[in-house]
């Protein structure tokens, strides 16, 4: 059966250029506005008492994009690290960077280290913070380390399957996500999470992300709760069919 709610959600904040273009603005206008959105869903996420919530900020490929939007994006988190510290420790939230965090611009890595460091304590929601993550970079550097585990001898290649390749990605301990959730209307991962997808249930919003709100968390959750997630076994009550 699957619980009604689950105990990690991901999401992909898509839609904020598009946001920005329709009211005339530069698109960094759509990531401010996408930053306040994300700490509504934090909010609502925790309220609702979810336990993990990853959202993937910053992919390997956004390195591409026209650089004033790039420091832009940086200097957001850097911002958001700051400003949003306190609250975020106060309600218990913890927060995690995941991905290639030395790489960021100094403000924006230290910003992030230090949210982390504050809020180490947390005891109620977990948020992964995906800066400069990638799915394939992230297995790659799995792959890389356990490589380097065999030549020591500390792992024999026939022990490698998937839980123990789990435990050499970036996401580890933490579980994976039950439902991502993408919205701005695509159907795609973007190299977000590709092992830890595996059984995740996907749902696809048009909403664009600066505008996603409560009620839209909501509408997923609701679809969530109709799936029926199998794990590539059968349906426990056998009536329904294959
Ligand atoms: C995709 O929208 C969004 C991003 C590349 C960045 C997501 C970042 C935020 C929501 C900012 C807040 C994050 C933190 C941690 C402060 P897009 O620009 O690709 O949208 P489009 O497809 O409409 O162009």
């Given at each position: 059966?699957t619980p009604?709610l689950p105990?990690?959600i991901?999401?992909?904040?898509d839609?904020?250029?598009?946001w920005?273009?329709?009211?005339?603005?530069p698109?960094?206008?759509g990531h401010?506005a996408?930053?306040r959105?994300?700490r509504?869903?934090?909010?609502?996420c925790?309220?609702?008492?979810v336990?993990y919530?990853?959202?993937f900020?910053?992919?390997?490929?956004?390195?591409s994009?026209?650089?004033?939007?790039?420091d832009a994006l940086m200097?957001l988190?850097a911002?958001?690290?700051?400003s949003?510290?306190d609250?975020l420790?106060?309600q218990g939230?913890?927060?995690?960077p995941?991905g290639?965090?030395?790489?960021?611009?100094?403000?924006a890595r230290m910003?992030?280290?230090?949210?982390?460091?504050?809020?180490?304590s947390?005891?109620g929601l977990?948020l992964?913070l995906?800066?400069?993550?990638g799915g394939?970079s992230?297995?790659?550097?799995?792959?890389?380390?356990l490589?380097?585990?065999?030549?020591?001898g500390?792992?024999r290649?026939?022990?490698?399957d998937g839980r123990?390749?789990?435990e050499?990605?970036?996401?580890?301990?933490?579980?994976d996500?039950?439902?991502?959730?993408?919205?701005?209307?695509?159907w795609r991962l973007?190299?977000?999470y590709?092992?830890?997808?595996?059984y995740?249930?996907f749902?696809?919003?048009?909403?664009?992300w600066p505008?996603?709100?409560?009620e839209?968390l909501?509408?997923?959750?609701?679809?969530?709760a109709?799936r029926?997630?199998r794990?590539g076994?059968?349906?426990?009550?056998?009536?329904?069919?294959?």
């Amino acid at each position: 059966m699957t619980p009604t709610l689950p105990d990690h959600i991901a999401i992909i904040m898509d839609g904020n250029g598009r946001w920005a273009s329709d009211r005339g603005l530069p698109k960094v206008h759509g990531h401010r506005a996408g930053a306040r959105s994300l700490r509504r869903i934090i909010e609502e996420c925790d309220r609702l008492d979810v336990s993990y919530l990853t959202v993937f900020a910053f992919s390997t490929e956004n390195w591409s994009r026209p650089p004033d939007e790039v420091d832009a994006l940086m200097a957001l988190m850097a911002e958001f690290s700051r400003s949003e510290a306190d609250d975020l420790r106060n309600q218990g939230v913890r927060v995690i960077p995941m991905g290639s965090i030395d790489e960021l611009p100094a403000m924006a890595r230290m910003g992030l280290r230090s949210l982390a460091e504050l809020t180490a304590s947390g005891e109620g929601l977990t948020l992964l913070l995906a800066v400069n993550y990638g799915g394939r970079s992230d297995l790659a550097r799995a792959a890389r380390r356990l490589a380097e585990e065999c030549l020591k001898g500390h792992v024999r290649p026939e022990e490698i399957d998937g839980r123990v390749l789990g435990e050499y990605l970036l996401s580890y301990p933490h579980p994976d996500p039950d439902l991502i959730i993408r919205t701005g209307g695509e159907w795609r991962l973007s190299n977000f999470y590709l092992f830890q997808a595996a059984y995740a249930e996907f749902f696809s919003s048009p909403v664009y992300w600066p505008d996603f709100g409560p009620e839209h968390l909501a509408a997923a959750l609701q679809a969530y709760a109709g799936r029926q997630r199998r794990f590539g076994g059968r349906p426990t009550d056998d009536s329904e069919g294959g």
